[in-house]
Every structure is written in C-alpha cells, then in structure tokens.
C-alpha cells in the first residue's frame, strides 16, 4: 500500500505559480511512478503529467506543456507539480497517483494507477 497526500493548493490569479506537493508513505515511494491528474467541476479527470521511477522521463499533457513541471525526490518520498503562468482554465482539483506499471505508455491514464491523493484544490482567478 501507498498513501499519498497532496498539499500546496490555492487561490491565485492569472499569472501566478503555484507548487503541488505529493508526499508518500508506506512501500518504497521509488517503485512507483507518479502522475498528476485534475478534475474541474462538471469535466472528466484529466491527465496533466507524469514521471518514471528514477525521475529521468516525464511526459505531459499539451495543456501543462512549457507551463508545467513534474519533479520528484525518493530520498524525501514527495513528488511535486510546478505550475507556472497559471490561467483560469488550470482550475481544478489536482490528484496525485502512483503506479508499478513500467509501461510509460499507459501513464496517461488514472486506470492505470493504483493509488491515488485526496486531491488539493487549485482556483486562478482573472
């Protein structure tokens, strides 16, 4: 089992950057691969980005590109979001999740992780 615990949500305006924090516990937090997903009211969850066990590999969504960047650090067991220039339309509940599966391919997708945060809320106001 892991536990996942997100942190670092806000209310900002357009513009600003928020970072998002993911803290582990239970089995080794390097097994895993990370992903962040959101949900904004009345949408389906969406994928946002995601990281590799080491940390070398991060893939993204189109909207999180150049904006966004997912980070982690196994000796700390977190994984974080950084969200610059946010915009109104990166309102949402961001979840983070964990996965053993090793095929980057299917990273993109929540039913492809195991574990998932309680989600911390994100609001950018114009």
């Known amino acids: 089992q892991v536990q996942l615990v997100e942190s670092g949500g806000g209310l900002v305006q357009a513009g600003d950057s928020l970072r998002l924090s993911c803290a582990a516990s239970?089995?080794?937090?390097?097994?895993?691969?990370m992903g962040w997903f959101r949900q904004a009211p009345g949408k389906e969850r969406e994928f946002v980005a995601a990281?590799?066990?080491?940390?070398?590999?991060?893939y993204y969504a189109d909207s999180a590109k150049g904006r966004f960047t997912i980070s982690r650090d196994n000796a700390k067991n977190t994984g974080y979001l950084q969200m610059n220039n946010l915009k109104p339309e990166d309102t949402a509940v961001y979840y983070c999740?964990?996965?053993?599966?090793?095929?980057?391919?299917?990273?993109?997708?929540?039913?492809?992780?195991?574990?998932w945060g309680q989600g911390t809320q994100v609001t950018v106001s114009s």
């Open positions: 999740a964990a996965t053993g599966i090793r095929n980057s391919e299917r990273y993109f997708y929540g039913n492809s992780y195991n574990y």
């Open positions: 239970g089995r080794t937090f390097s097994s895993y691969a």
């Open positions: 990281i590799g066990q080491s940390g070398g590999l991060t």
